[in-house]
Structure formats: structure tokens, C-alpha cells
């Protein structure tokens, strides 16, 4: 069974940093592409960022470019979001999902269930 | 980046109706687009994929449609338990980016 799991979450300053784990099981980790997408309070879905197989690749939406760095690990079937520099629209809960890996598709076939990060002063 | 733009933001509907969701894509996109479900509270869950192809384990009342700018999603025959939030999603090119949400509620 797949399973994904997001840890980390919490409640943080503006300007401060927060690092988020996924911790994934039941699939090949390392042939996955991997994602992160937040949803603001009452708001709907944002994508932040995908990961590809090996780390090496990497892309963000332009309001965390420079501030978010996703990196894996591959031996250990985990992602990790390194969010710094947050700011209070930043608040969102945190989904990682697996990337599908039916050719020329970028769809998200499952989900974690989500960490909440709050910036607040 | 590409802006999708659902439509409409909600609608109201019975058991047993046919309920169709739009999505427009500010430029081409091919067939390079999802569907996804959310209920209050939950992750997000892959209905459509490409456009037209049903993710395995979704019923079949669930059907996509559409290439280039204009995409639906269709549910032949509403039920109970498919009152949620539903978003299409662009894997055409980066930035990815979802439809703003149609929520689909029980009149």
C-alpha cells in the first residue's frame, strides 16, 4: 500500500525557516518524480514544487523560488521541503504527493495527508 | 505561467444529476491535464488523468473530455458521496498550476 507521510509542521515567526519531511513507503521511491502543493486556510490548491527521480532536477512557482529547496532522499524513501525566509501567506497546509508515472503525465496519483505551517508572529 | 479558470465556483445539485465542470486554459495545453476530488479536511484524489483517462479505482461515472483550452469533467450520475470540491490541474508545462475549484453542493 502506498503510503506518504508529512511531519514538520508547526507554527513559526515571519523570516523564520521550517523544514518538512515526507516520508514515503509501499513503491519504488527513487522512480518516482515527487511533489509538494499547499492549500491556504479556505483557499484552493497551490503547486510549490517537483523533485525529479534523482534530486537533480528541480522547480518551484515563482513565490518561493530562491526562499523553498526540495532535496531527497533516495536510501532512506524520503522528501524534504526546506521552507526559509516564511512569510504570513506562506500559512498553508502542506501536501507531498507521488507523481504518476504514466509517460508524458505529471499528475498526482496519491497524497500524504498533509502538515500545517503557520507563520505568525 | 498558465492560468486555468474553472467555471463555475459552485453549483448546487441532486442525487442522480448530471453535473459537468469546465476548465480553460489561457494557452494550449494539448490533453495535459487532470482532474482531482477534495473532500473537507482530506487530501486531494486523481479522478482524470490526460484529459480523457480514468485513474484506476474511479467509477466510471467520473469522464473527462476536451483538448487545446477547453476541458470538462463530467459525472454522469451524482452521487452522495461526490459532494466535494473538484480541480483541474495543468501538467503541460512549469510552473504546474490548478483551476481555482468548483464546489459541488447538495441542493
Known amino acids: 500500500e502506498v503510503q506518504l507521510v508529512e511531519s514538520g509542521g508547526g507554527v513559526v515567526q515571519p523570516g523564520g525557516s521550517l523544514r518538512l519531511s515526507c516520508a514515503a513507503s509501499g513503491f519504488t521511491f527513487h522512480n518516482h518524480l515527487m511533489t509538494w502543493v499547499r492549500q491556504a486556510p479556505g483557499r484552493g490548491l497551490e503547486w510549490v514544487g517537483n523533485i525529479d527521480q534523482g534530486g537533480s532536477g528541480k522547480y518551484y512557482v515563482d513565490s518561493v523560488k530562491g526562499r523553498f529547496t526540495m532535496s531527497r532522499d533516495n536510501a532512506k524513501n524520503s522528501l524534504f521541503l526546506q521552507m526559509d525566509s516564511l512569510r504570513d501567506e506562506d500559512t498553508a497546509v502542506y501536501f507531498c504527493?507521488?507523481?504518476?508515472?504514466?509517460?508524458?503525465?505529471?499528475?498526482?496519483?496519491?497524497w500524504g495527508q498533509g502538515t500545517l505551517v503557520t507563520v505568525s508572529s | 505561467a498558465i492560468q486555468m479558470t474553472q467555471s463555475p465556483s459552485s453549483l448546487s445539485a441532486s442525487v442522480g444529476d448530471r453535473v459537468t465542470i469546465t476548465c480553460r486554459a489561457s494557452q494550449g495545453i494539448r490533453n495535459d491535464l487532470g482532474w482531482y476530488q477534495q473532500k473537507p479536511g482530506k487530501a486531494p484524489k486523481l479522478l482524470i488523468f490526460?484529459?480523457?483517462s480514468l485513474q484506476s479505482g474511479v467509477p466510471s461515472r467520473f469522464s473527462g473530455s476536451g483538448s487545446g483550452t477547453d476541458f470538462i469533467l463530467t459525472i454522469s450520475s451524482l452521487q452522495p458521496e461526490d459532494f466535494a470540491t473538484y480541480y483541474c490541474l495543468q501538467d503541460y508545462t512549469y510552473p504546474l498550476t490548478f483551476g481555482q475549484g468548483t464546489k459541488v453542493e447538495i441542493k
Open positions: 504527493g507521488r507523481v504518476s508515472t504514466v509517460p508524458m503525465s505529471e499528475q498526482i496519483d496519491y
Open positions: 490526460a484529459a480523457s
